[in-house]
C-alpha cells in the first residue's frame, strides 16, 4: 500500500480546517486511490471534526514554539519508519524548506504543495530572491492552485507548470440537484475577516449602501476577527 504524509505548516491546525483542503486532500487519496494517509499535526483545540473523516490517521504532536517547528518536522521524518511516496505541503511556508531540503535528500517519494494561493500573498510574502522560496518552488513535483487565472499567473512568475486542483468538501451530505429556485438571497463571506486581506469592511459599507434597493438580500460573515481590525 502506498503512502502519504500530510506535515502541517504552522503547529498545529484549527478544527475547521479538518474540513478544509488541508485535510480534505490527503483524506481523497485514503478513500479514492488506497493510500495509507497520515496527517501530522500538534492540537490545540478539540478536534470535534474528527467524526467526519473515518478511518484517517491522526499524528498528534506536542505543541512548540512555531520557531522551532520546522525542526521538528526534519525530526519526524528522520524518525518516520516507513518509506514516504508522497509528500503533501499546504502553502509557500519557508517552515517547509529544511523539511524538503531533507526529504529531497533522504526519500524517493514525490512532494505534493498546495500553494492555497492568493494575490496579496503572493505578490508580497512570497519574494523570489529569498533562496528559500526559490527552492522550495524548483524542487516540489506539483504545485497546485485553486484558479485558472492564478494558476496562470503563477506559471508565468515562478516559471514552472502549475496544476489546477479546485477547493473541495466532503460532498455526502449535500444536494446536488440545486435550482436557482431553492437558492436563499444570501451573501455569505467565509474565513478571517481581516482588513488587508479580505478587507471585510469595505464589503460591509458597499452591502450597506445597496441594501435598500435589494431588501431581501443578507449578509453573513463567517470566521475569526481581530478587534484592532
Known amino acids: 500500500m502506498k503512502n502519504l504524509v500530510a506535515l502541517c505548516p504552522y503547529v498545529a491546525y484549527r478544527n475547521e480546517q479538518l474540513l478544509k483542503d488541508c485535510v480534505l486532500i490527503p483524506y481523497t487519496f485514503m478513500t479514492h486511490l488506497g493510500y495509507d494517509v497520515t496527517v501530522m499535526t500538534a492540537q490545540k483545540e478539540e478536534f470535534t ?11 498528534i504532536a506536542p505543541t512548540c514554539p512555531k520557531e522551532q517547528w520546522a525542526d521538528y518536522l526534519v525530526d519526524y521524518l528522520k524518525n518516520y519508519p516507513h518509506e514516504i511516496d508522497v509528500l503533501f505541503l ?31 500573498w503572493v505578490d508580497n510574502l512570497i519574494n523570489l530572491d529569498n533562496p528559500q522560496y526559490d527552492y522550495l518552488i524548483h524542487h516540489c513535483d506539483i504545485i497546485t492552485c485553486e484558479g485558472v487565472a492564478m494558476q496562470n499567473y503563477l506559471a508565468k512568475k515562478w516559471r514552472r507548470p502549475i496544476d489546477l486542483f479546485r477547493n473541495g468538501s466532503r460532498d455526502v451530505d449535500f444536494n446536488h440537484h440545486l435550482t436557482f429556485n431553492s437558492k436563499e438571497e444570501l451573501i455569505v463571506n ?16 458597499t452591502f450597506t449602501q445597496l441594501a435598500p434597493s435589494f431588501p431581501d438580500w443578507r449578509l453573513i460573515l463567517i470566521g475569526t476577527y481581530e478587534p484592532a481590525h
Open 49 to 59: 471534526y474528527l467524526n467526519q473523516l473515518p478511518g484517517l490517521r491522526f499524528d
Open 90 to 120: 499546504f502553502g509557500m511556508y519557508a517552515t517547509y524548506y529544511p523539511v524538503v531540503k531533507y526529504f529531497k535528500e533522504h526519500y524517493q517519494g514525490k512532494i505534493i504543495l498546495k500553494a492555497d494561493a492568493n494575490s496579496y
Open 190 to 205: 467565509v474565513w478571517r475577516q481581516e482588513t488587508g486581506r479580505k478587507n471585510t469592511p469595505a464589503l460591509i459599507t
